[in-house]
């Protein structure tokens, strides 16, 4: 799905991510992994448009669903604790990006890494389907939803 799996940065490869089955619900979302077993991210999605720019040294994890928002792509960006295996194992993707550097990991959505953040930047009428993004560090866990130029805040 748009990630190659053709080099390595220290011990980690980047992994071309599996379809998985996904549920939006109102109290969050679910992924289901290819190995039966699930995640739930809390909360409903903060809605922004363009792209997201996440805290310093958070782990970033990007959802991108398909037309029906049954399935979807999850792709874990500049993980290097996860082993390759247990990536595989599940069908998550992963992409390392250097400093200063852009990727495309899905057709209408690109990562890029300005020092210890990462951006994820989204065209949804490109991309076909939602696109979600999540957050995470020791302190807090935060998830945005980019949605088209036009969506204004509490013009729903």
């Known amino acids: 799905m748009g990630v190659s799996n053709t080099y390595s940065m220290g011990m980690r490869s980047e992994i071309s ?35 997201v720019l996440a805290p310093p040294g958070a782990q970033v994890h990007v959802l991108i669903t398909d037309p029906t928002e049954t399935e ?10 996860t082993a390759d295996e247990i990536l595989r194992g599940t069908g998550v993707g992963r992409v390392l990006v250097e400093t200063d550097e852009e990727t495309s990991i899905f057709p209408g959505v690109t990562v890029r890494r300005s020092g210890y953040r990462i951006e994820v930047a989204s065209d949804p009428e490109i991309a076909r389907g939602r696109v979600f993004v999540f957050a995470e560090d020791e302190r807090s866990e935060r998830s945005w939803e980019i949605v088209a130029e036009e969506y204004t805040p509490g013009h729903e």
Do not use: C, W
């Open 17 to 51: 991510p599996d379809t998985l089955q996904i549920a939006l619900e109102p109290e969050g979302i679910e992924v289901e992994y290819t190995d039966d077993r699930s995640v739930f991210y809390h909360g409903v999605p903060e809605k922004t448009s363009g792209s």
């Open 72 to 81: 979807g792509a999850m792709i874990y960006v500049n993980d290097r604790k």
